[in-house]
């Protein structure tokens, strides 16, 4: 019999990044030597401290169901991070810990959109927001920014898109994919926008503490009460901690939408994993010394791979300020990024991202989070495809 399937599993487009990793997979298992640079994640193990604090967890029979919403200790070790960090008072209620960043940015989506609702998108966008908007039955509505402005929508823009169905503006600054961030004049300029027409944020900062050349984080939410009020923030541990498998994130919201989220979840996952939760408490409650010499490597991978971008044959590389990717601009090769990327996959081995799972068909995506041998290797081979191009 074929299967019925939901409106909701119709609307959703398979990963583009997917095919290219599985062909990088195959390669690798077929003994080629495939440089990636498609990687979402940092090369560095998580943290000895924050691993010693899980398998105490585990040793201690903490192993149970928790509170749906997370442990009371994490909720107010995360409201502390705010108030320290971010100049933010939160109570712990209006913290939801969640099953990964990408889990925090799905229970908002299902708690505040609907059909007929419209959600805005500055593209390049992280892969997920149209997707994730679509599964809630909303209407992603995609505002474009290119390297001519520095990959940052203008307020105009934001103003134009916004219409009675507006929901929400999806904020992502450092930004996955292009590594842009938004001064906080900028951010400023956006969060009053949303302010007067009625709009909530979703900002989602997950890589805050990523910056270069002297960049700032300000949260949308910190500008005043009401900017706060207006502002669900998004943030997790994947990134610079390194906990991507260990599936940590968390929202910090008005208590109304905390509540929802929290009720949707004790329906769904229920709670983030009690020992990786235990994790989660030390990461955010010890200094992240371990970031110094993270950074310290990324920044220089980033000036490389930047510099040998910018001398390649048909590229113009924007020089990001945050996360850990750079987005060159590939229009001058004559190739769209699905075709840049396959070819360069298949006559160099080299895997990058195309832009076109951005959003931006004229990019592809370069990770520098791998090792500066493998840079060095990728950007050789890459150099010597663009030249044959143009
Ligand atoms: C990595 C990432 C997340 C969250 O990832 P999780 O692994 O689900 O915690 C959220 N937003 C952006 C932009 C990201 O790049």
């Not at 390669?27 to 440089?35: N, T």
């Not at 590594?179 to 909530?200: F, H, R, S």
């Not at 987005?327 to 895997?351: D, H, M, Q, W, Y």
Request: hydrophobic share 40%; with cysteine.
């Amino acid at each position: 019999m074929k299967p019925h399937f939901s409106q909701r599993s119709e609307s959703i487009a398979p990963s583009v990044t997917l095919a290219i990793d599985a062909k990088a997979k195959e390669m690798k298992a077929e003994g080629i030597d495939v440089v990636g640079f498609g990687t979402g994640q940092p090369d560095f193990d998580t943290p000895d401290f924050i691993k010693d604090a899980a398998k105490q967890a585990l040793d201690e029979g903490f192993t149970k169901y928790t509170a749906a919403a997370g442990i009371p200790e994490l909720r107010q070790a995360i409201a502390d991070k705010f108030n320290r960090e971010n100049d933010l008072d939160y109570k712990p209620s209006q913290i939801v810990v969640n099953c990964g960043g990408k889990h925090s940015v799905f229970n908002v989506m299902m708690v505040l959109c609907e059909e007929g609702d419209e959600v805005i998108v500055p593209a390049p966008y992280w892969l997920s927001y149209p997707e994730i908007v679509k599964i809630a039955g909303a209407t992603p509505v995609v505002i474009e920014a290119g390297d001519e402005t520095d990959f940052k929508v203008t307020p105009d823009q934001l103003r134009d898109a916004i219409t009675d169905n507006t929901r929400l503006f999806i904020l992502n600054s450092p930004s996955n994919p292009t590594g842009a961030v938004y001064t906080p004049d900028e951010i400023k300029a956006l969060g009053d926008i949303c302010l007067e027409k009625n709009v909530l944020i979703m900002s989602d900062e997950i890589y805050e503490h990523l910056l270069y050349d002297g960049a700032v984080h300000k949260s949308v939410a910190s500008f005043s009460p009401e900017h706060q009020e207006n502002t669900i923030i998004v943030h997790g541990l994947a990134k610079a901690w390194s906990m991507t498998g260990w599936r940590l994130g968390f929202i910090a919201a008005p208590e109304a939408i905390a509540k929802k989220i929290s009720a949707l979840q004790s329906h769904s996952t229920s709670n983030p994993t009690s020992f990786a939760q235990k994790g989660g408490v030390v990461a955010l409650t010890e200094p992240m010394d371990h970031l110094e010499g993270w950074m310290k490597a990324f920044a220089e991978r980033r000036a490389y791979a930047h510099e040998r971008l910018t001398a390649m044959a048909g590229i113009t590389c924007y020089k990001s300020q945050g996360a850990f990717y750079l987005f060159p601009n590939i229009s001058g090769t004559g190739l769209k990024s699905s075709e840049f990327c396959e070819r360069l996959l298949e006559e160099e081995n080299v895997a990058a991202v195309p832009g076109l799972a951005f959003g931006a068909d004229d990019y592809v995506r370069i990770s520098y989070a791998t090792s500066m041998e493998q840079i060095v290797k990728g950007l050789d081979r890459m150099e010597r495809f663009c030249g044959q191009l143009v």
